[in-house]
């Protein structure tokens, strides 16, 4: 299985490493390389999980043939709920699915190495700071800072008055207005790879979804930004008509 060379995270830190990168690669499977994944996960296959990676990777794959496997295993059959639902409800669901996984392989590595109690809150504390797949999935994490007014309108000295576009460009001499506007959008999360907000970092935000995103997660340049009228992210682009 590509990517599943093995490797065996002995300290906290290791292991919350190795699940913020098994993270990022199922993030991506789930957002910005959503399309790819769809058409992978084919109900008419076998059984497929979805894996994520150390290296940020993602593979669609069977499960392993041993038993028991190496590490715990993710959801089985993933493929088969594709066409029963609606696509968003059901990448939300392999989302939550994903979630588990990460937290079920963390563990699995704190229990073979022997973390204590200390250890083990220590590691879960770490990874509870991070919004969840699901969160970043279905903009959940967005929405609990939603209710701020000017998160949909933000201020006007920003160098692009469309308001869904380029509102976090750095703009070096006012100082103060980005030291409010750090304060004011620092629970900000990128719809890609759930990172907070940076004043000195390029965002859109999502007509469709409203969520926001880092436009080198997304390949868009503020020069792009300029000239796009109405932005749909990744996800809102492949969305389909429920048949």
């Known amino acids: ?21 098994r993270r990022a690669g199922l993030i991506k499977a789930l957002t910005t390389d959503v399309e790819e994944f769809y058409q992978q996960c084919d109900p008419e296959k076998e059984n497929l999980c979805l894996y994520g990676f150390p290296s940020e990777q993602w593979e669609v794959n069977l499960p392993a043939e041993e038993v028991p496997p190496e590490l715990p295993e993710p959801a089985l059959g993933i493929n088969f709920a594709r066409d029963g639902m609606q696509e968003k409800d059901w990448l939300a669901l ?35 700071d991070l919004p969840t797949i699901y969160e970043i999935v ?6 609990q800072v939603k209710d701020r007014s000017s998160v949909s309108n ?16 750095k703009v070096e001499d ?47 340049t503020p020069a792009k930004a300029e ?12 969305k389909r008509p429920r048949p």
């Not at 989302?95 to 879960?124: I, P």
Request: glycine share 8%; proline share 1%.
């Open 1 to 21: 299985m590509e990517g599943s060379a093995q490797y065996n995270p002995r300290t906290v830190e290791e292991v919350f490493r190795d699940l913020k990168g």
């Open 154 to 169: 933000h201020s006007s000295n920003k160098s692009k008055s469309n308001s869904k576009v380029g509102k976090y460009a």
């Open 227 to 238: 000239h796009i009228k109405q932005y749909k992210c990744p996800s809102c682009s492949h």
């Open 94 to 128: 392999v989302a939550v699915h994903s979630d588990a996984w990460l937290l079920s392989v963390a563990f699995y590595f704190g229990a073979r190495f022997g973390f204590d109690k200390t250890d083990r809150k220590r590691l879960f504390n770490m990874i509870n």
């Open 174 to 220: 006012e100082e103060d207005g980005l030291d409010e506007e750090e304060e004011e959008h620092g629970d900000t999360l990128c719809g890609a790879c759930g990172e907070n907000y940076a004043s000195d970092e390029f965002w859109i935000c999502c007509d469709l979804c409203e969520r926001w995103f880092h436009g080198k997660c997304v390949k868009i």
């Open 138 to 143: 279905t903009g959940a994490a967005k929405k």
